[in-house]
């Protein structure tokens, strides 16, 4: 019975070892690895099979792809880290609020994941993407008028909330590789959009 219970529990350790010291990351995605002496590690470990200290480091995956970052009324933002958000209500330089709904692509620059990390966390969807976005769009709607927002100058309001949050991203180690809008909404009063113009 000793024998069986000991065979058990030798399984138990050498499998837990086991996967304390290897770390697998797939494609698209780099690992980050927190070391108990010395903090965030400088060096990402990009796909493949790596070595770490069991019980000493611990390892982060890190999505490297294209990320899409929607804005419409089906993200549930319940999980504060979904990437996406609610539309996104604005004022236009005449006065019109109207609710915006699109798409933001962005990536995470490998080389700066590490910081990405140590500065601001795992949680840098809710901290940084989300209030970014939100702010930059509505400021760079309220540089247009209601018609050119719906009609003629929307590829010109692409380039510029772009431009914006590039400016806001970069230095974080988050690449804006496009802003695509979809909807925009005309909000009377309280809350409910009465007309829409889509693409």
């Given amino acids: 019975m000793s ?7 030798y399984s138990f350790v050498v499998e837990d070892v086991l996967k304390g010291l290897f770390i ?3 494609p698209g995605y780099v690992a980050c690895v927190y070391d108990l ?8 470990l ?6 770490k200290i069991p ?4 390892a982060k995956l890190f999505n490297t792809q294209t990320l899409e970052y929607s804005i419409n009324r089906k993200v549930n933002l319940e999980n504060e880290q979904s990437m996406g958000d609610q539309p996104i209500v604005a004022q236009t330089v005449d006065g019109k609020r109207i609710s915006i709904e699109g798409t933001v692509l962005l990536r995470l620059d490998i080389n700066q994941v590490p910081v990405i990390w140590q500065n601001i966390g795992e949680d840098f969807v809710s901290k ?7 702010s930059r769009i509505r400021m760079v709607a309220s540089r247009y008028n209601h018609q050119d927002i719906c009609t003629t100058h929307r590829d010109k309001i692409e380039v510029d909330a772009k431009n914006e949050l590039e400016r806001i991203f970069y230095p974080r180690g988050i ?5 695509l809008l979809s909807d925009i909404g005309h ?13």
């Fill in 175 to 179: 690449f804006v590789e496009n802003v």
């Fill in 55 to 58: 019980f000493w480091q611990k």
């Fill in 187 to 199: 909000v009377s009063g309280g809350s409910k959009e009465e007309e829409r113009s889509e693409d």
């Fill in 24 to 26: 697998y990351v797939p």
């Fill in 128 to 134: 940084i993407v989300r209030p970014t976005i939100r």
């Fill in 37 to 44: 002496g010395r903090g965030v590690l400088k060096k990402v």
């Fill in 46 to 51: 990009t796909p493949g099979l790596h070595l």
């Fill in 3 to 9: 024998e069986s219970l000991d065979k058990i529990m």
